[in-house]
């Protein structure tokens, strides 16, 4: 029954009871309506206008646009955070573009857009860049990943409030609709931070961050290990000076008597000795008191791995330097040595120093490792010293058959690029990591090559001895980590987990655990024990680059590609606060000995030295109130003229060493 037929009928009804005035009233009515509603396929012609136009690649660009311009031109107080959403939108329009096969128009949008983000996003950026169909969508392991993860921006509440009313007051339900699905907005109250201050304001988690929390939960031993050499010198201090309390007291109604013997006899020079004996032990006594508390405050647990026995006179000499460790604080800073490799014509690809600063490694890119002993190297004339790097390979071949004297012991074996070296804690071994995948082990003793230890399918970026030696991590283009040790070829665990290289690894304090950066922008902390994951530390926006522990074992830090470096805290897994200041990528980083004090190594010619104290103590409340708080926790930078600093290391009686490659002046 259509429309008319109703209409018909209900004249016919109102003629029949004779209501004259309704029908005429009805009549008007009914011809008004006619003449203005349009008609169904009116009304369908607009619905398919309109959806076409939402479905169209324009929605894109002009959500974005809008979005954009309105952000620029928010107030300074939110726009630091309203700016935050930009680059997660900006990533998304672009890959919804390039699924629904919009090829030349995402191309036009990502070109158009892509300065904005430059800065913070090059590497990302770079990596999208190769994104022209959709089936790199699926391909591309990166690509993959940002689709199926979320980001997570901290946002206050009246930023939050703001954005929402502008998407609705704009309709930009395609920017919504992204923002929905691929955002997740963790809204604080009180005042908006600037991105600096907050290491997690963004962060990008799969849809496992639920298995992520549950990981963070698990229960991790960060303590020192029982009996350890620290622990003796501070009981042996301890019994010490119980006993010159009581040698004080005994000896103290002799003072006179002493002093005049002293004096009297050819005895002067005796007594001098003494004093100055005292007064070290004295100094000594002082030094030791900070760091012990230190000590006796970190929980103590037991190995988890069979731990190699330190020999006699390596104990004797590491409780020696120990007791002669030079205590470092904001107000004692380390003196520092400077290592610098000249004429090496870009062929350097690592560096690594001994404990105690007397042997130097660089990896080449020839595929050759050579270890410089410092002590030979002072003997030798300052003519051989500036001798040119091709002399030196020319000459090698010449003098390694005669049997002559050259600056350095030359390790070949290798069949690529060497692109890690470690020492073991003596000095005895040496572990270098290839491009052939391979790793090997070196005596510095008998200058050849002990094992070949193949594991890795692909290259081998670090390796590391653990704090005790005999034990030794690697890790790889293939995504893992492994542990291995000296006396089996086949690696003990294997460490999987990462969603991109894994490209430097750092062991515990305890040797129980060990931390991998990878440029998948995380950080892991793996047992040993177990090859289980215990902590994934999330907050870095570039692949890391380089990792040290505190000597406690409590805090660690993390350097990336951008220049930043983060201060973890173990138990938690949280960051404790980002350490800004660098300008370029931190290839190094090193904790003092007592751990007050970290020095940082970065690709922008300098180093820089930070007060950990103040780092992992200061409330969050006064940093964000300062504004500045990384100056105040920089405590010295220290220039060089024009070299990258590859390689920090702190020996045992805190002084710091530092080595690099002489960059050519453009």
């Not at 109604?253 to 032990?281: F, L, M, P, Y």
């Not at 291995?484 to 062991?507: E, Y």
């Not at 350490?579 to 751990?595: D, Q």
């Amino acid at each position: 029954m259509d429309e008319d037929q109703i209409v018909g009928y209900v004249t016919a009804y109102l003629k029949k009871k004779g209501f004259k005035q309704t029908e005429k009233v009805f009549q008007e009515e009914f011809q008004l309506n006619k003449t203005i509603s349009p008609s169904d396929s009116d009304i369908g012609n607009q619905i398919l206008s309109f959806a076409h136009l939402e479905s169209g690649p324009a929605r894109f660009h002009d959500g974005y646009s809008r979005l954009r311009t309105w952000t620029y031109s928010s107030l300074d107080l939110y726009k630091y955070e309203l700016l935050r959403v930009l680059y997660p939108v900006f990533i998304h329009c672009f890959m919804d573009l390039v699924a629904k096969a919009h090829i030349q128009e995402a191309r036009n949008f990502f070109n158009t857009f892509r300065e904005d983000h430059e800065m913070m996003h090059l590497r990302d950026l770079q990596k999208l860049e190769g994104v022209l169909s959709p089936t790199h969508l699926e391909e591309m392991e990166f690509a993959h990943s940002l689709r199926q993860s979320k980001f997570n921006i901290k946002i206050c509440e009246y930023s939050y409030e703001l954005l929402l009313q502008h998407l609705h007051s704009t309709q930009s339900t395609t920017i919504l609709g992204i923002i929905n699905e691929h955002i997740n907005f963790q809204v604080t109250p009180g005042q908006p931070s600037s991105i600096s201050d907050d290491p997690e304001a963004v962060t990008l988690t799969g849809s496992s961050q639920d298995a992520i929390n549950q990981i963070n939960q698990k229960e991790i031993h960060w303590g020192l290990l029982e009996d350890s050499l620290e622990e003796r010198l501070e009981k042996a201090a301890a019994l010490l000076s119980d006993s010159e309390k009581g040698e004080g007291e005994a000896k103290e109604g002799d003072n006179d008597e002493s002093k005049k013997r002293s004096i009297e006899g050819g005895k002067q020079g005796a007594s001098i000795k003494k004093v100055k004996k005292d007064k070290g032990g004295s100094a000594t006594g002082k030094s030791a008191k900070p760091e012990a508390n230190i000590v006796s405050a970190a929980p103590r647990v037991k190995p988890e791995l069979p731990l190699p026995v330190i020999p006699t006179e390596v104990e004797h000499s590491i409780l020696e330097d120990l007791r002669n460790r030079v205590q470092l604080s904001s107000v004692a800073l380390p003196s520092v040595s400077f290592y610098t490799f000249i004429n090496t014509h870009n062929g350097l690809s690592c560096s690594s120093i001994s404990h105690d600063g007397s042997l130097v490694a660089g990896g080449f890119s020839d595929s050759s490792l050579k270890v410089w002993d410092m002590a030979k190297l002072g003997q030798q004339s300052s003519s051989s010293m500036s001798q040119d790097e091709n002399d030196t390979s020319q000459n090698q071949q010449i003098l390694g058959q005669g049997g002559g004297k050259r600056q350095y012991t030359l390790f070949q074996g290798h069949s690529g690029p060497v692109y890690a070296a470690s020492f073991s804690p003596v000095g005895d071994f040496i572990l270098s990591s290839s491009a052939d995948s391979t790793i090997r082990l070196w005596s510095t003793k008998f200058n050849a090559n002990l094992v070949c230890y193949k594991g890795h399918n692909y290259p081998v970026w670090d390796v590391q001895f653990s704090p005790l030696g005999h034990y030794f991590a690697s890790c790889s283009h293939d995504r893992t980590a492994r542990i291995w040790s000296m006396d089996r070829i086949q690696p003990l665990r294997i460490m999987a987990g990462h969603l991109s290289d894994v490209d430097c690894v750092q062991w515990h304090a305890n040797c129980n655990y060990i931390a991998t950066g990878s440029s998948d922008k995380t950080v892991r902390l793996w047992d040993v024990q177990s090859g289980e994951c215990v902590r994934v530390f999330v907050g870095h926006r570039s692949m890391i680059l380089s990792l040290a522990m505190s000597p406690d074992g409590r805090y660690m830090a993390s350097g990336d590609e951008d220049g930043t470096i983060m201060m973890w805290d173990l138990s938690s897994g949280r960051c404790l606060t980002p350490l800004i200041g660098h300008t370029s990528c931190v290839w190094s980083l090193a904790f003092s000995c007592e751990g007050s004090v970290i020095a940082s190594g970065s690709a922008d010619s300098t180093v820089k030295l930070w007060d950990v104290n103040t780092s992992t103590k200061v409330p969050r409340t006064e940093d964000n109130k300062s504004g500045n708080a990384s100056r105040l926790r920089s405590l010295k930078t220290l220039p060089t003229k024009s070299t990258p600093v590859s390689a920090l290391r702190f020996s045992r009686r805190n002084l710091l060493f530092a080595a690099g490659a002489l960059a050519k002046s453009v």
